[in-house]
């Protein structure tokens, strides 16, 4: 119920937003209102969305693996650790890009997809050969993470499109981190799940 309420919220405030531009505008993350003291932007970016392609993708993701994850992560943190790990995802993912581009009065940033990134890479960590429906097609979690990471980083350095691919990858490096502080003997399984596919 936790992941249905995060998505409940980030989906009213991303409508409200493309109803209302002052609204987005206050929330956006943007350098020079970052600088001036609206610290709140590094998180509420996350609670808004380009568009309903952007918002569905990112809140699919996250029923799904955050549902998974939930069962996993209530019973050690409680429901308020499972919220500010989800929070973490969305500061943490943005804070590179922030550093990079804080004197870049053009650059701005939204979506939640930092913290999407920390859940499924989380969720990757525990299962790595689980099957994942990519556009329906079924690919090993772990095949999927590799590609996803160096597709992420090819497209970083080409620079061509809006996406802010520096927050998927620093947002998944969160979620592998998050759980290996949580319980060290994860990084061991992970390494036996990888050499014994279950496929």
């Given at each position: ?136 097609v079924p690919v090993p979690a772990i095949v999927f993470a590799a ?23 620093w947002g998944g490096a969160w979620g592998v981190l998050f759980m290996l ?19």
């Amino acid at each position: 119920m936790i992941t249905l309420g995060l998505i409940a919220v980030i989906v009213a405030v991303s409508l409200l937003a493309w109803q209302q531009p002052r609204m987005l505008e206050t929330l956006i993350y943007w350098p020079p209102a970052v600088a001036r003291g609206e610290w709140w932007r590094l998180v509420t970016h996350g609670f808004i969305h380009a568009d309903g392609t952007h918002l569905l993708f990112n809140m699919v993701t996250l029923f799904f693996f955050g549902t998974a994850m939930e069962r996993v992560l209530v019973p050690l943190i409680g429901t308020i650790g499972f919220v500010l790990f989800f929070m973490a995802g969305i500061l943490l993912a943005m804070l590179p890009s922030h550093f990079r581009h804080r004197h870049d009065p053009r650059y701005r940033s939204l979506g939640a997809s930092g913290a999407v990134s920390s859940v499924l890479f989380a969720f990757i960590l525990l299962q790595p050969w689980s099957l994942l429906f990519v556009f329906f097609v079924p690919v090993p979690a772990i095949v999927f993470a590799a590609c996803y990471i160096w597709y992420s980083i090819w497209a970083q350095k080409q620079g061509r499109d809006n996406i802010n691919h520096s927050a998927h990858l620093w947002g998944g490096a969160w979620g592998v981190l998050f759980m290996l502080w949580l319980e060290p003997r994860l990084l061991q399984h992970f390494f036996t799940e990888l050499l014994s596919p279950l496929m």
